[in-house]
């Protein structure tokens, strides 16, 4: 027979062996298996570069089973969008639960508590404020002040008392009426700033003389034991005016509840940031492109991942050779 005629029945016969092989029912020797198994080779590689599952009855086999398919939402595909960042930015959290994160609630939870805590320090804040305000106005006047400034006025508890522990001021500028008080080093009235003049007149030794209970300082008193220095430390005994020392506490509540109020509001603003660079990473934004080739020894690497609520998500990567 020439040999021609036995590579055509050759070549029938192989044939007929493989449509027999892939007849559903009919058992399969290892040859054809493996046989079919590289006959549809490319096929599967294709499969799995899509960023599909499947699976095989065994390594090297030919997947005999059916296969079992997932579909994932490649990088390629997933548009990387600005909108949860200007939530994030508005309301922390936000951004997060528009990606499908519950964490999302808890942040959004967290901001808008902080945001009433401020809220309630800011208004303790301004109700101890409104209260110093008027204790400083039953208790204090510039009136007195000036007496204080004045030798041979018609107080004699404070008249003069400026004079002994001020005197560079007083050799310097005469007090004779309330203008002159322009004289004193940080005094201002209270028309020309309001919140200075009610922090100057707690704050500054050079004030202490308008307390209506200012009690004389250069004066010797046994029951206190006490002989004055005739400096300014004598001033700073809290005896010498208790309402003065009383409205340096009511300001320090006052200032403290300000204080509360701006770390809560540093709370805010920490929620933001922090869930603002969240939302960037979780859309793709920081760390690269999520479209941008991954190389190995050449050969292009592609991760595909897919969240799906809370501790679950799928995981798939492409390899191109």
């Not at 030919?62 to 296969?67: H, T, V």
């Amino acid at each position: 027979m020439p040999l021609q005629s036995k590579l055509g029945l050759f070549a029938l016969g192989s044939a007929l062996v493989c449509l027999l092989g892939a007849a559903p029912g009919m058992a399969q020797s290892p040859e054809t298996e493996r046989m079919s198994w590289l006959m549809n080779r490319d096929g599967l590689e294709e499969l799995a570069l899509t960023g599909q599952r499947f699976e095989q009855g065994e390594i090297g086999g030919g997947g005999g089973g059916d296969l079992e398919v997932q579909e994932f939402e490649s990088s390629s595909t997933r548009k990387k969008s600005a909108w949860p960042i200007l939530f994030s930015l508005i309301l922390p959290g936000s951004g997060e639960a528009s990606m499908g994160y519950k964490r999302g609630y808890f942040m959004m939870a967290a901001d808008i508590f902080a945001w009433t805590q401020v809220a309630k320090y800011n208004s303790d804040g301004d109700d101890l404020k409104d209260e110093y305000i008027a204790y400083a106005d039953d208790h204090y006047t510039d009136e007195m002040l000036l007496e204080g400034y004045l030798d041979g006025g018609i107080d004699p508890e404070r008249s003069g008392e400026g004079d002994i522990y001020f005197s560079a001021i007083t050799a310097e500028h005469n007090f004779n009426t309330l203008d002159d008080l322009h004289n004193l080093p940080l005094y201002v009235s209270k028309e020309d700033d309001f919140r200075e003049y009610y922090e100057n007149l707690g704050k500054w030794d050079q004030f202490i003389f308008g307390w209506d209970d200012y009690t004389r300082a250069s004066v010797a008193y046994p029951d206190l034991d006490y002989d004055p220095t005739l400096t300014r430390a004598d001033l700073q005994h809290p005896w010498v005016s208790k309402n003065r020392e009383t409205y340096r506490l009511m300001r320090d509540a006052s200032n403290d509840a300000y204080k509360s109020r701006d770390r809560w509001l540093y709370v805010n603003i920490g929620l933001r940031l922090f869930s603002v660079m969240q939302t960037a990473y979780l859309a793709g934004f920081l760390g690269g492109d999520p479209d941008q080739e991954l190389e190995v020894a050449g050969h292009a690497i592609q991760i595909i991942a897919q969240p799906a609520g809370w501790n679950k998500g799928a995981l798939a990567a492409s390899v191109s050779f």
